[in-house]
């Protein structure tokens, strides 16, 4: 039997003390696996590598974009010039035809005027040699006129032929005078333009 307090309660026993082995926390450090702290800093390198790696693309992004935009404006800059030359070719040339069709119109016009002039010139020489030809025969007052020339010339038929003949040589002479000076004046334009009267030639 067990013994009684006076009070009648049961005497305790012996009590069973639990016992518990607490690491310190230094052990705990000591005791952590190599592998973790090897995975972590491969970690960390592996990390730190995709950074330079991304940081390495950037800038060669960032050069590949300075490159090109270089290229772009000396592209631009070279097509502009060439357009400017381009254009300034165009314009002499423009201006090249324009001068030679205004010469060629010149040309052209003073041919058409000397045409015009030697046709005129011809019409009336041959109105001239006709005049003279008949100028020795007397004309009828009819129309088509009529020359004849009678057996026995009156005084004043003689009169009218030598005034005929008179008035052909006097037209013959002026047409010779007036070509002549025609043909100076020709002769003049056709020449190139020398040094005016007075001014010194450079030899």
Known sequence: MTASSPEGEPEAGPRAIASAVV?????????????AGSKRARADGGDRGRNKRMFGALLSSLGQFDRQSRQSSSAAARRAELEAKVRAQQDAERAELERSLATQAEQQSAEEQAVR??????IAAAAR?????????????????????PARLSAAQEDAIEAQQAAAASASRSASRGSSARDRSRSASARPAGPADGDEVDE
């Open 23 to 35: 690491a310190p926390e230094s052990s705990k450090r000591r005791t952590a696996s190599p592998e």
């Open 129 to 149: 040699a006709r005049a003279a030809q008949v100028a020795g025969f007397l004309r009828t007052r009819t129309e088509p006129a009529l020359y004849y020339m």
């Open 117 to 122: 002039a030697r046709r005129q010139d011809e």
